[in-house]
């Protein structure tokens, strides 16, 4: 049973406009959150992160907002680059749990910004 | 700093045959994790060292695969004998102490067995 859902498998979005890619988790012992970009054929990167005793995290052009009660967070990338076009992953961890910052991931969500 | 490396980029085997990934992490990162994603899944944790030791592992599929970090330092994972479904991209990542969840992955390994 997947703890976190990324249920978008793909995003196409206009250069300058902004992109919005979400993601759903299930576990309430969750109080990490990262946002993880993929290029083909290289590994993930670290992009921007969460704790979950926050509700919004700002770098630059992107922002992740985090719904606790709804256990909802969202990727919001403004204004969208040609060369954002990758694969996003949405990715979980229980810090003080067992599970020692092991990283739950979603399956991902390919964003195509066209110019 | 040099980021974490992984070898070989790309392995064909035949189903029964013997792979060895290897894995060096950041200089100085204790937490090594292992990972594999297998095509259109998720990236799945397969196991954490820290340092020398296994932390978790499991995440592991079976006992046909054996990781070791030998020294704390880089990392192997071994798949004997691979099976067609042992097909994927390896990603390692590694992380500081005290900061476990802020991991930096490799460009993983795919394996392709035949």
């Known amino acids: 049973d997947q703890q976190v859902k990324q249920n978008s498998p793909s995003l196409s979005v206009q250069e300058g406009r902004i992109s919005i890619l979400n993601c759903d988790y299930t576990n309430s012992m969750f109080d990490y959150f990262l946002w993880y970009k993929k290029y083909p054929a290289e590994g993930p990167t670290f992009l921007i992160s969460i704790s979950s005793i926050k509700d919004k995290n700002e770098d630059g052009r992107f922002t992740v907002f985090l719904n606790k009660s709804a256990k909802h967070l969202s990727l919001h990338i403004v204004p969208s680059q040609p060369g954002d076009s990758a694969v996003y992953f949405c990715?979980?961890?229980?810090?003080?749990?067992?599970?020692?910052?092991?990283?739950?991931f979603g399956k991902g969500t390919k964003l195509s910004v066209k110019p | 700093e040099a980021g974490v490396t992984q070898f070989p980029s790309h392995s064909v085997i035949e189903k029964g045959q013997t792979v060895t990934l290897r894995c060096d992490p950041i200089s100085g990162h204790d937490n090594l994790y292992w990972y594999r994603r297998v095509m259109g899944k998720e990236i799945k944790f397969l196991l954490h060292?820290?340092?020398?030791?296994?932390?978790?592992e499991s995440g592991m599929p079976n006992n046909r695969f054996l990781a070791e970090r030998t020294g704390g330092t880089y990392s192997t994972l071994k798949v004997q004998p691979a099976e067609l479904e042992d097909s994927g991209v390896y990603f390692c990542?590694?992380?500081?102490?005290?900061?476990?969840?802020?991991?930096?992955f490799g460009p993983g390994t795919r394996l392709t067995v035949t």
């Open positions: 060292f820290v340092k020398e030791s296994k932390q978790d």
């Open positions: 990542a590694s992380s500081r102490q005290g900061l476990a969840y802020e991991q930096y």
């Open positions: 990715a979980a961890s229980d810090r003080y749990g067992g599970s020692q910052g092991n990283l739950i």
